[in-house]
């Protein structure tokens, strides 16, 4: 252990494109959502745009942060905080319905 990297570090790096990839599809969702809010698709607008958000989301937790290739106790972490975050959404939005007024 002289302090020294590995000749070749290139070597035990990922492919770049992947990530690239990702980067091109999160852009272009991006401008989609982007364009979508100056069309007069009344409430569709926000179905849209929540799928569309959606889709990033996945992109991000499946490539960026690697749960595709992720232990199983990973996963089940990722899905229940997604799942307890819905919770508290729909929860919020009870309350909202409810208010009168």
Do not use: C, E
């Amino acid at each position: 252990m002289n302090g020294h990297r590995d000749a070749d570090p290139a070597a035990k790096a990922p492919p770049a494109r992947p990530y690239w990839v990702t980067w091109l599809t999160l852009l272009a969702l991006q401008g989609l959502s982007l364009g979508s809010a100056y069309l007069p698709l009344g409430p569709f607008n926000l179905v849209i745009n929540v799928g569309i958000a959606i889709a990033m989301a996945t992109l991000v937790l499946v490539v960026l942060m690697h749960l595709d290739h992720a232990r199983p106790v990973t996963r089940i972490t990722a899905v229940t905080g997604f799942l307890f975050l819905g919770l508290l959404l729909w929860l919020m939005l009870a309350d909202y319905l409810t208010r009168p007024g």
